[in-house]
Structures are given as structure tokens and as C-alpha cells.
């Protein structure tokens, strides 16, 4: 268990990550210590942290209480080796100057335990040559939050040379009890998975803007309005900071830079941190008009994106989908570089990076052996079948299956999101459900969201801002079917099925929940059948399912309002089983699923079924059905069990028999 092994962190660094990460590891329960080398940073490091829990206070995602409890755990400290004595894991969080991390790693060590952890939240310093700088190479590994911590759910796990693989380990079950989702970095290389691509996409992006090729508008047009990013590049360059990415440029050799950035830098036109870059920004976050969009090819931005996963591919330090989740999760981009590819068709990017390599001449546009390799082999994408992904039956891209000793999760993989609902991410739960319903090694099945802002806040609104047309009325009909049938495949499905409602769980969220068997919800959250607020309805069974759950009145006023509620309140009118805080979230979900997971599976099928089809039935007919399920368990092997082990006073075990 990672709490036993991590029991004291210390934070070395109180500015924006460092206090933002010390907030993160105390709401998951750790002891903290940030240090820092002035009062005045500490204090403001304090006020900072205290600001971000009493807005989620007042937002009801904490109560006062536990506000209070978590400003408990974080300690403030001038000095080093009171942060550092007894700690198990050390983060620094210190200016991304190599020579100052080493410093601070070379007092930190004077007190530090042999078997304490050290970790460095670098964005793209060399790991392995600061872990080597240490008396601990093997102890040593980098963990890059991004910014801010509290809100972004990625945390880049990255090896160093000498990293050993329990270090990487802890590494990894320590950023999942913070309800972070890790994604390891395998190789040190500069920039690791997301700054790698990242900065290279703005940087080419001013170069075009530079060579007259692409206004800035045109070029954030294209790709907000028709590729569904969140900003396009421009405008996400001056909200990083031009300084941030004119330093990248100097020190990672690999990103291309353009005399209109440093002339910039020079000029501290930095962006929204100045008031101006390549935007003005005095009047808030500019304006970029629709009609642009269209007017540059996207494809000399996605294709170098592209080309740059295929490389971090070819040198082994990650896979397609831990690339993707990266990006998505680290930029809030609607997909991953490897899943655009395989839409666009890695014919039509090698091209197009072969074309960019002969206009621009940057070693990063070079097409790399394994993207050639695999047009060569015919390995083109979703229309060949196979491209970084394999194609058929439904890949499942936006969730992901968990299993474990007889306990399946799904989780709804889209937290940059918020885990809203795209018809593919209904399909692939329904895909799901078909290949956990033919698994006899799996009794009960939790439906929950990645990460621990969302469970799920409904149809992807987005979907409509690029197609508006699917919400005509012959196609919004066709869509609330396609949500009907997949929620009453969860009304159906012959095993128990569990909400983990982690976080926000709206509109269609909610009728997600409502189709499950159990409902158990982490304080913090809110849940709601919001849809009138938009001005539309539920459409996937909400109007049914709560009216069931908690009454025809209440229902109305629920529906009607609009209303969200907290989890209290949920639990209070019965629309969730229980209300849990977050610190024992995980464990009361998997103890309601291991109790169930030990019944006997036949029991509980019927059961299901009798209580979901026999509720609205005349109560004669619901009894003759209640009869004939009974019959059927009577009959099964698991029963001779149960009555075996109940004179026998001891614990039965049930084999679905």
C-alpha cells in the first residue's frame, strides 16, 4: 500500500507548482512541509492555498471541515531540514535552472533518509542528469505536474537512467492516490511526452505567421473551429507565456524557433501575462472570429504533431494511447496526434511532414523510419484498418477496462472533458458491456470517470458546436436512442453494475448513474438532471429513471429546476446510496463491489431482474415473476451451497453454478 510506504512529503518551492502540489498531496490526505527561502513567499504560498479551498468552499465542493483539515496538513518551514527530516518522498519545485535543482538536491540529501524518494517537477530537464548529481540515481525520478495542479489531471512519471523499476512503481500508485492520472515517460528525453510536441506546434505555427503564410487569427480559426481545439496555438503561446517558450527554444535542441518570437521576447511582449504578444490582451482573452476558420491548412501543424509521437514511438518512451492520453489530459485537445493520424491517414501526413521537411529544412519535420515504416506497410490508419491503432471490433479510445479479482471498471477516459458523452464514447461502453457480460471471471462492474473532477457532465455540448446539424430533430432522436439503448444494456446487464460518481455528474452523467444498480458518490461532487437549462430535456431515460428513484414529484422539481445537488442532498432524497468523503472514496466503492462480487452471481441476476422489470407490473404478475426467479435459484448449485454453509456456520463460496 503506497500510504504505508509515503507517509510525509516535502515540497522544496512555494511558487505557483510548488503550492499548488502541496494542496494537491494534503487533499489526499499526505502531511506536507513546503519549503522555501523567504517568509514572504511561504505567506503568499499560504494565502494562495487558502484562497483555492475556500472558493471550492463556496462552490460546495468541500465542506468548511474539510477545508480546515487539509490547510491542517501543510506545514510551513523556512528551514531545510525540517522539511526533509522523516520525509518518504521529496518534490522540488524550484526555477527550471539546472544548476539551482542541483543545489537544492545537494542540501537536501545532508538530511534526508537513505530510503526516501527524490523527485523533481522539471517540464523538461534532463532526469537523468540531475539524479546522477545525487547520492540516489536509483531513488530518483521526475513527476511533472502541469499547471495549475489542483485543476489538471496529468502527472508525466518520467525514468532516468538509473531510475529502478520500485521507484517508478511507487512513483506511479503514489500520483494515483492523488487522484492524478500518470503516464510514464519510459526514456529521459527532453521535453518527455507532452512539451516534446507541444512547443514545436507553437513554434511552427509563429514561424508560418512570420513567413506571411497564416494570420494569427486564421490559424487559431482553423483550429478551434474546425478541428475542436480548445485555443488554437497563437492564442495558447500567449497564454503560456512567449518567455516560457523562448527558453525552450534555447535550451531543447529540438524545437524550432523564429526571429518574430525572440524579437518578441526582446521587446517583453510576453502575452497575457504583459498585456500583449502576439494578441492584445488589456480587454481579456481575444476574439477570434469564426469565419476565419479554414482559411490555413491545419495539416502543417498536425502533421509535425504526428511525425513527433511516431518519433517518441520509434525510441521507445511511450505507446500510441499513453501519447494520446498525454496530450489530451496535458493541452485539453480533443485527441491525441496518434488518433488524428489514423483519421487524416499517416499516407496523407507523411506526405505532408515530407513537404514541410523540404520547405522549412527543421530537423524535427524529418519523417521519422517508423511513420515511413508503417505507410510502407500498408499501415495507414482507421481506412487500412490498422495504423498506431488496430481496427475492426470498436477500440476503445475514450474508456478503458480495469480488472481486478473478480471487479471490472470502466472508466470514461475523457477528463479533459470533464468525461462528457461523445456517441463513440456510448458505443465503446456498450462494446464493453458485451465483452464483460461474456466473462465469467467478472461478478460486478464499476462505471466511473477518470480523474477526480468528473464523473461525467453529459453529451459532449462540443460535438454541436462543430455539427449543428445533429441537433435537428430527426438526428436528436436518433442520438437519445442510441443513449436509451446503452443505458437499458446497463438496466440489463446480468451482473451487478456500480455508479463511483467522482465528481461532477450532469445531464446525461446523471441518467448514466441512474441506470446503474448502486449509486455511491464522493462529497465534493454534484449531480443533476440539468438539461432544462439548455432549454432541452433529458433524453436518455432521466425522465423514467429518477421519477423511480426518488418520486414523481420530486423528480419534477429536480427536472424542472434544473437543480444540482450536492452529495448529502443526494443521498438524503435517495438518489445516491451513500455519500462518501473523497480520502475514502475508492475504498467504500471497492468494498460495496467485493461484498457483492462474494453473493452468488445467479442470485443476484434475477434478483436484479425482478426488481427492475416486476416494479411497474400489477403486483400479481410481479409476484409470478418473483415465483419463477425464485425457482430458478433453488435449482442452481449455489443454493445447495449457501444452505450447506449456513448449518455449517461458515462462509459460503458461490461459483455462479
Known sequence: MIRERIKKVAVLGAGVMGHGIAQVVATAGYDVWVRDIKQEFLDRAKENIEKNLKRAVEKKRLSEEKAKEILSRIHFTLEMEEAIKDADLIIEAVPEVMDIKKQVFSEAQKYAKPECIFATNT????????????????????????????????????????????????????????????????????????????????????????????????????????????????????????????????????????????????????????????????????????????????????????????????????????????????????????????????????????????????????????????????????????????????????????????????????????????????????????????????????????????????????????????????????????GQQVFTQIERFPKPVIAAINGYAFGGGCELALACDFRIMKRGGQIGLTEVGLGIIPGWGGTQRLAKVVGIAKAKELIMLAKRLDADEAERIGLVNKAVDADKFEEEVMNLAKQLASMPPIALRVAKYAVNFGYELPAEIGQALEAAYFGITTSTKDSEEGIKAFFERRKPEFKGK
Open 123 to 482: 517540464s523538461g530537464l534532463s532526469i537523468t542528469e540531475l539524479g546522477n548529481s545525487t547520492d540516489r540515481p536509483d531513488k530518483f525520478l521526475g513527476l511533472h505536474f502541469f499547471n495549475p495542479p489542483p485543476v489538471m489531471q496529468l502527472v508525466e512519471v518520467i525514468r532516468g537512467e538509473k531510475t529502478s523499476d520500485e521507484t517508478v512503481k511507487i512513483g506511479i500508485e503514489f500520483v494515483k492516490s492523488l487522484g492524478k492520472t500518470p503516464v510514464l515517460v519510459k526514456k529521459d528525453i527532453p521535453g518527455f511526452i507532452v512539451n516534446r510536441i507541444l512547443i514545436p506546434y507553437l513554434t511552427l505555427a509563429m514561424d508560418d505567421v512570420e513567413k506571411g503564410i497564416a494570420k494569427p487569427e486564421e490559424i487559431d480559426a482553423t483550429m478551434v473551429y474546425n478541428y475542436g481545439f480548445p485555443m488554437g496555438p497563437i492564442t495558447l503561446a500567449d497564454f503560456v507565456g512567449l518567455d516560457v517558450i523562448y527558453y525552450a527554444t534555447q535550451q531543447w535542441g529540438f524545437v524550432p524557433s523564429s526571429n518574430l518570437l525572440k524579437q518578441k521576447f526582446e521587446a517583453k511582449e510576453l502575452g497575457m501575462k504583459t498585456g500583449k504578444g502576439f494578441y492584445d490582451w488589456t480587454k481579456g482573452r481575444p476574439q477570434i472570429p469564426k469565419e476565419l476558420a479554414g482559411k490555413y491548412d491545419a495539416l502543417r501543424l498536425i502533421a509535425p504533431m504526428v511525425n513527433i509521437a511516431a518519433e517518441i514511438i520509434e525510441m521507445g518512451v511511450a505507446e500510441a494511447k499513453d501519447i494520446d492520453t498525454a496530450m489530451k489530459l496535458g493541452t485539453n485537445m480533443p485527441k491525441g496526434p496518434c488518433e488524428l493520424g489514423d483519421e487524416i491517414g499517416l499516407d496523407v501526413i507523411l506526405a505532408k511532414v515530407e513537404e514541410l521537411y523540404k520547405e522549412k529544412g527543421f530537423e524535427i519535420l524529418k519523417p521519422t523510419e517508423f511513420l515511413k515504416k508503417l505507410v510502407s506497410e500498408g499501415k495507414t490508419g482507421e481506412k487500412a484498418g490498422e495504423g498506431f491503432y488496430k481496427y475492426g471490433k470498436v477500440v476503445f479510445k475514450e474508456i478503458s477496462i480495469e480488472k481486478e479479482d473478480k471487479i471490472a471498471k470502466i472508466v470514461i477516459n475523457r477528463p479533459q472533458k470533464l468525461n462528457a458523452l461523445s456517441l463513440r464514447t456510448l458505443d465503446e461502453i456498450s462494446e464493453a458491456l458485451k465483452e464483460l457480460e461474456k466473462d465469467d471471471s467478472v461478478r460486478v462492474v464499476i462505471i466511473t470517470g477518470a480523474g477526480d473532477k468528473a464523473f461525467s457532465t453529459g453529451f459532449d455540448l462540443q460535438t454541436v458546436m462543430l455539427d449543428p446539424e445533429i441537433f435537428l430533430p430527426h438526428n436528436a432522436m436518433m442520438m437519445s436512442a442510441k
